[in-house]
């Protein structure tokens, strides 16, 4: 079975930081983009960081510079580092796995969610000011 196992919220006070982990088992990482998704309270859900062997890795314009996407094949999982937290980051982190679409990631801040096949449950982030 594949499967997405997404770790790492939590409560945090503005200007901290967390590690985000998704972890991976039924296939592996290295042939999929995987990308992150964050869906605030009564907003949409919105790609905000993105990682495969084709694209390298990218990022929402919002995110740049606070979020860095990372990949270990080894633990097969990948993780994103978010710091200078703010409350607007409260939402549940979603990653999500495609196979074989290269250049996918390029496009993560305006691609359809549906587009990727396999997500994880969720980590909920809570930002406090």
């Known amino acids: 079975e594949m499967q997405l196992v997404e770790s790492g919220g939590g409560l945090v006070q503005a200007g901290g930081s967390l590690r985000l982990s998704c972890a991976a088992s039924?296939?592996?990482?290295?042939?999929?983009?995987i990308g992150w998704f964050r869906q605030a309270p009564g907003k949409e859900r919105e790609g905000v960081s993105c990682?495969?062997?084709?694209?390298?890795?990218h990022y929402a314009d919002s995110v740049k510079g606070r979020f860095t996407i990372s990949s270990d094949n080894a633990k097969n999982a990948v993780y994103l580092q978010i710091n200078s937290l703010k409350p607007e980051d409260t939402a549940v982190f979603y990653c999500?796995?495609?196979?074989?679409?290269?250049?996918?990631?390029?496009?993560?801040?305006?691609?359809?969610?549906?587009?990727?096949?396999?997500w994880g449950q969720g980590t909920h982030v809570t930002v406090s000011s």
């Open positions: 039924g296939f592996i990482i290295d042939d999929y983009a």
């Open positions: 990682i495969s062997t084709s694209d390298g890795a």
């Open positions: 999500a796995g495609v196979k074989g679409l290269e250049g996918v990631c390029e496009y993560i801040e305006t691609v359809t969610h549906a587009t990727f096949r396999y």
